[in-house]
């Protein structure tokens, strides 16, 4: 109880959040990574919406590994609380420096170097990935995620969309019934949260539709 309160202020206060942008900004010195990352997550409301959302999921089906594909510094992966000790997370980028900044924040993650590829073979799992597939064609990201299916369990998917009419820095909103080959069901859509360019992003969440259900 009093960890959860904690955490919920610690992902959203604005004092705990420019703390942590000095933190940051001491970091991007020593590690030289990209600036984006300067943002903490307590000025990004999706990225608190999928920390609280996925952590309730995985606390309740019992799943053994979470991975974040794309995960920067590791706001999203570093922030879930798993009440399963054995529950591994996974946070994978293609930039080796920002991963070493993740290391030094989130020492209760993994963080390894690559993307999709390193999903593979890995059990019961919830994969994330978002704020960077709107840059992977539709084609190219189905493609990566049938490689994911063919060598993974994965139980649930999180993925963000924008709206397809919009003419914004988001190239490509993806479709999970196409990514996903029609084995997973949408269970949750959030709220669209302000993006840049006054688009909108949503967070949704793809569960595998086991044979017997
Ligand atoms: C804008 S940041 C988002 C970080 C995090 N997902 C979040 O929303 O808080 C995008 C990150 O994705 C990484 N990235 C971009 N394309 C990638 C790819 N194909 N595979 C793995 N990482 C990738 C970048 O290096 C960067 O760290």
Same mark, same amino acid.
């Given at each position: 109880m009093i960890n959860s309160v904690f955490q919920k202020w610690w992902i959203s206060d604005t004092v705990a959040g420019n703390y942590k942008r000095v933190m940051y900004q001491f970091l991007q010195k020593i590690f030289l990574f990209d600036s984006w990352h300067l943002e903490p997550i307590n000025f990004r409301p999706y990225a608190k919406e999928i920390v609280l959302a996925t952590e309730s999921y995985i606390n309740q089906k019992n799943i053994q590994c979470v991975m974040e594909v794309g995960c920067g510094l590791g706001d999203i992966i570093g922030n879930i609380k798993v009440s399963n000790r054995k529950c591994q997370k996974i946070g994978i980028d293609r930039e080796k420096n920002v991963l070493k900044a993740a290391k030094v924040l989130h020492p209760s993650a993994i963080f390894l170097q690559g993307s999709f590829d390193? $999903?593979?073979?890995? #059990?019961?799992?919830?994969?994330?990935?978002?704020?960077?597939?709107?840059?992977?064609? $539709? #084609?190219?990201?189905?493609?990566?995620?049938?490689?994911?299916?063919l060598k993974s369990n994965v139980k649930l998917m999180v993925l963000d969309t924008f709206l397809s009419n919009e003419n914004t820095v988001y190239e490509y909103s993806h479709c999970g019934r196409e990514l996903f080959a029609g084995k997973y069901r949408c269970i949750r859509k959030s709220r669209g949260f302000a993006a840049a360019q006054g688009a909108r992003r949503y967070i949704e969440y793809w569960e595998k539709i086991e044979k017997n259900s």
């Open positions: 390193q $999903c593979i073979s890995r #059990d019961e799992t919830c994969l994330i990935m978002v704020n960077f597939i709107h840059r992977i064609p $539709c #084609d190219e990201l189905k493609k990566e995620m049938q490689r994911v299916l």
